[in-house]
């Protein structure tokens, strides 16, 4: 069945759209929300609440690639979360280093134009990643999309540790003089 096909059957509340989405995306939300949580349980429970968002949200929303948004909410919630159960633990772990990592390149806005902002800042990152060369572009999104681990990443792509944590940092530093020239983090 094809996404519009999927998306059409939302449209129409038909139940056979949670069915079609399990059957064409399930493993892929599972393994978009395992590499955040590394956790069975929690993953089942979190492409559960993706099929339920999707519900909610498809109408009105009508999404060109239903893959991506489902990856986008997948990841949303699987992020959610985490942060619950970190604010409860108080834990760390590969989501936090790779969030500490993005620290000193991705400026948090705390005022009440942040909202738009944040929309700006996404596309500004995507065109960043887009415009990487194809080693750099793989890194950067297997560590800050599905948040590999260092190790992870080095037996995927056969790169030594110092050359992948040195590919990242570069990578970093380019991407802070991108939102530097874009206008969303001031030099210091």
Known sequence: MTDKEIVDLYWS??????RETQTKYGKYC????????????????VVN???LGAWNSLPPHKPAELSTYLAKLTRYLAIKKWQKA??????????ALTLEELGDCIP????PESEVE?????QAVRSFVAA???NERNLFVCRYWYFKSIDQICRQYGFSEGKVKSLLQRT???LKKHLIKEGFIHEC
Request: glycine share 12%; net charge negative; no cysteine.
């Open 13 to 18: 509340r038909s139940d056979d759209a949670i």
């Open 49 to 51: 609440d993706v099929y």
């Open 172 to 174: 970093r530093k380019k």
């Open 30 to 45: 599972y393994s978009v929300a395992f590499r955040v949580l590394n956790d069975p349980d929690d993953t089942e429970e």
């Open 108 to 111: 948090s806005g705390q005022d």
């Open 132 to 134: 990487l060369p194809s």
């Open 86 to 95: 970190r604010a409860q633990k108080r834990g760390g772990g590969e989501i």
């Open 118 to 122: 944040a929309g700006e800042l996404g």
